[in-house]
């Protein structure tokens, strides 16, 4: 006697049951009314549904309605017009004998020979532990930055009294020599607390370049005390941020400039003007620091000073190149990073902008040439 042929739409048909119906990860088959055809065990028993429940019954009557929500209407009702394209949305779900539960849904219209019984295949992904996982790293790594601000600041507290113990010391020595020391040193302590002070009130790692070197040249003016008003040192410059790492090295580059500028390019009470100017053009950045004092000493008179070595080895650290040139009148200082070579680079900067602080010539004594 001939085994019966089954009907294949039958087999597929069961075939589909099955694998919905074993499926490790919560899955349900439902047709274009929105009712279930076929779910996944998994599905029953993390959401505890009840088998009865679980065919011949609309998805939003589920747990007495718990599954009703407007975003997982919305995403069925797109996902019946949209085609059989698959679409997702993330939802809070609340069941009674379950805690609050984050969901990702996706939902799938299926396509298939039978073009008048539609069928939609709902995927559920937990992600609660995820998401608390997720609100944990946030919080402990708000946490740190707090932590870090703190610290930045105690320390911007802390260098602010030894730069104030340098400076107290300086105006007690009767040693010249001795004064100027502790007058750079304190300069280039003065140069960091400026620069921890400003990153005391960012929650990230990139300072902005303009208000640090606006600090710094402030900090160095309020130092440098002598008899008259009659030289200005200013900021220019474009918009721009970079790790606090690099504005380290271009706080004591500019430190190191400006108080080399102020120590010879104006003897004997001389009028002038001091320049921090720096421009960024993409991942490359410009420093000059000029002036318009009485120029570069001659060979003879010149020799490298600890100034000049601080600002060769910083600029070393930042792969970038020193430039010192006449400047008819006086001395500039070009410092410059080339990471690339920009396509079509026309050289364009941010707007600049300028700020000008009164300097009182400094009451260090300007017969020397070390760093010029």
Known sequence: MPTPTADPEDVALSLTLAVVTASPSPLLLLDGDLVIVAASRSFQRGYGVPWKDLTRHSLFTLSGGAWDLPELRRLLDATIAGGTQSADCELDLKLAHLPLRQLVVQARRLDYLDLDQMRILVALSDVTEARADTARKEEAALHNIVLLQEVRHRVANSLQ????????????????????????????????????????????????????????????????????????????GGDGVVDARVSVSLGLIVTELVINALKYAFPDGRPGRITVDYNFHGPNWILCVRDDGIGMPTAAQSRTGLGTSIVLALAGQLNASVTTVSDHPGTKVTIEHAQVALVGDDRDEAPARSVTARLKPSAIRRNGTEDR
């Open 161 to 236: 009294i030894i730069a104030s113990v340098l400076l107290q010391n300086a105006r007690k020595t009767t040693s010249d020599e001795t004064r100027e020391h502790l007058k750079d040193a304190h300069n280039r302590v003065m140069s960091v607390a400026a620069l921890e002070r400003l990153l005391s009130t960012s929650d990230e790692g990139d300072v902005d370049v303009h208000a640090y070197f606006t600090s710094l040249c402030e900090s160095i003016s309020a130092s440098m005390i002598g008899e008259a008003d009659n030289v200005t040192l200013a900021v220019d």
